[in-house]
Nanobody, 125 residues
C-alpha cells in the first residue's frame, strides 16, 4: 500500500504563491504517474496537473502558465508550484499516484490507485 503525504498548503493573499509537496515515505516514486487534484466546497474534484514517469505533463486550462508540476528525484518528491493564486484556486489539494512505469503521458481523470489526505489552500485577502 502506497502512502502519500501532502504538505505546503495554507492561507495566501491573491497574487501570492505556494508550493505543495507530495512524498511517499519509504517508496520511490520514479515508476508512478502522479497527479494533483483539488476539490472546492460544493464542487466536484478536478484534476489540476499531472506528470508521467518520463516527465510528460498536463494541466487544467485555468492553471496553465501559473502552476508547474515537477519531480525532485533526489528528494523522492513531487511538487506543485502555484503562482498568481486567485480566490478560485481555494480548495483542498490532493496528491494521487498510480504505478505506470512505461507510459510517457499522464491523465487527469481520477482513476488513480493511491491518494493522499489532502492539504488546504485558501486564497483570500
Amino acid at each position: 500500500q502506497l502512502q502519500l503525504v501532502e504538505s505546503g498548503g495554507g492561507l495566501v493573499q491573491p497574487g501570492g504563491s505556494l508550493r505543495l509537496s507530495c512524498v511517499a515515505p519509504g517508496v520511490t516514486l520514479d515508476s508512478y504517474a502522479i497527479a494533483w487534484f483539488r476539490q472546492a466546497p460544493g464542487k466536484e474534484r478536478e484534476g489540476v496537473a499531472c506528470i508521467s514517469v518520463t516527465r510528460g505533463t498536463d494541466y487544467l486550462e485555468p492553471v496553465k502558465g501559473r502552476f508547474k508540476i515537477s519531480r525532485a528525484v533526489a528528494r523522492n518528491t513531487v511538487y506543485l508550484q502555484m503562482n498568481s493564486l486567485n480566490p478560485e484556486d481555494t480548495a483542498v489539494y490532493y496528491c494521487a499516484a498510480s504505478w505506470n512505469p512505461r507510459s510517457p503521458v499522464c491523465t487527469m481523470s481520477p482513476n488513480y490507485a493511491y491518494w493522499g489526505q489532502g492539504t488546504q489552500v485558501t486564497v483570500s485577502s
